[in-house]
């Protein structure tokens, strides 16, 4: 298993207009992304926190431009981890760089 090194302190993209609620939710999928490159994590966990986020960010262009940013800010890509976590049909999943 490679090793994944992050900056220290990833700003995760956030938008104003977010409820605490919607942030939390946001927060966490993007953790969840971060595990996923960076160690392991359960697939109906991650997919349970990408369903939360779909429903916090319904617009596809809003999902891509936050994926966008959080790949400036992280080098990590939501599609590509998104990707990965439906076609794969493991219990546990990580992704390679």
């Given at each position: ?11 995760y993209?956030l ?42 960010v ?27 976590a ?12």
């Amino acid at each position: 298993m490679k090793i994944v090194v992050l900056p220290r302190n990833i700003s995760y993209p956030l938008r104003d207009e977010w409820s605490t609620e919607d942030i939390i939710k946001a927060t966490e999928f993007y953790f969840a992304v971060e595990q996923l490159y960076t160690s392991k994590i359960e697939r109906s966990v991650f997919l349970d926190k990408y369903a939360d986020f779909i429903e916090t960010v319904p617009m596809k262009m809003t999902q891509k431009q936050l994926d966008r940013e959080f790949y400036q800010l992280s080098g990590l890509s939501i599609y590509h981890a998104v990707q990965f976590a439906q076609k794969n049909k493991k219990r546990y999943l990580h992704l390679e760089i």
